[in-house]
C-alpha cells in the first residue's frame, strides 16, 4: 500500500520570487484514474450537478444570484482573451476570495489493483464562491473557471506540493505550456515559472486522473 499523509496541506499566501520546473510529460507518474479517489470523484459529481445553475446564470443575468454576478462578468470578459490574460485574470479573481486555512489531514492509499481512497473534503466552484475555502479550494475553482473558458483538463492539474522555504504543504494550479512544462497559479497572484527549486511535488489531480510525483520506494 502507497500513503501519502499531509498534516497541513496549505500555507498562508506568501509573495516570493517566481519560479517553477513541474512538468506534464512525466508518464511515469501517472498512478490511477480520478474515479478511483471517492472524495475527489465525488466533488466532481457534485460539481456536473453545480453546473446547471451556473449554465443558467450564464444564459440569463437574472438567473444569477450573489457572488454568481461577478463569475458571469468574468467568464463573458475572460472569453474574448487570450489564454495568457485569461490565465491572470482568473488568478486575480479567485485571490480575492476570502481564505480559510484547513487543517484536515489528507490520506491518499493506492493498492497495488489501483483502488485509491481520500480522507479529506473538496469544495466545489459554487461552494468556494459562496464561502471561501484554503489553497486546495483556491486551485480547484480556478481549474473549473479556466474549464469554463475552454482550456482542456488534460492541460491542467491541482498540485499538491512542499514549500521548502516555509517549510509547509501548499496546493497550485498547474496549466501545461507549448513545451510541456508548467505555469503555476499561485495564491498571492503571482503565476510561477522557471526551473528553482521552490517547490517539492508530491502528487497532483484533475478530472481524468491522480498522479504520484514522489519516489516510490
Known amino acids: 500500500v502507497y500513503r501519502i499523509c499531509i498534516a497541513a496541506i496549505c500555507m498562508l499566501p506568501v509573495a516570493l520570487p517566481a519560479a517553477a520546473g513541474y512538468r506534464f510529460d512525466t508518464e511515469g507518474d501517472y498512478l490511477a484514474s480520478a474515479e478511483d479517489w471517492p472524495a475527489w470523484a465525488a466533488m466532481l459529481e457534485r460539481h456536473e450537478e453545480d453546473r446547471e445553475e451556473i449554465q443558467q446564470c450564464l444564459e440569463d443575468k437574472e438567473a444569477c444570484e450573489g457572488k454568481l454576478k461577478s463569475l458571469r462578468y468574468l467568464l463573458d470578459r475572460g472569453s474574448e482573451l487570450s489564454r495568457k490574460r485569461q490565465l491572470r485574470l482568473v488568478n486575480r479573481y479567485v485571490n480575492k476570495r476570502r481564505y480559510r486555512r484547513d487543517r484536515r489531514e489528507v490520506s491518499l492509499s493506492v493498492v497495488p489493483e489501483g483502488e485509491a481512497t481520500l480522507r479529506n473534503h473538496w469544495t466545489t466552484l459554487l461552494d468556494f464562491m459562496r464561502r471561501g475555502g484554503d ?15 475552454g482550456v482542456p483538463a488534460e492541460d491542467m492539474r491541482v498540485v499538491i506540493t ?33 526551473s528553482h527549486r521552490r517547490y517539492r511535488y508530491i502528487y497532483a ?3 481524468e486522473g491522480i498522479w504520484d510525483h514522489e519516489k516510490r520506494e
Do not use: M, P, S
Open 135 to 149: 489553497c486546495e479550494d483556491f486551485a480547484v475553482a480556478k481549474y473549473f473557471l479556466l474549464r469554463e473558458l
Open 162 to 194: 512542499w514549500e521548502r522555504d516555509a517549510r509547509d504543504y501548499h496546493a497550485v494550479l498547474a496549466v501545461r505550456q507549448d513545451d510541456g512544462t508548467a505555469l503555476l497559479l499561485e495564491t498571492d497572484d503571482t503565476i510561477l515559472r522557471g
Open 205 to 207: 489531480v484533475n478530472e
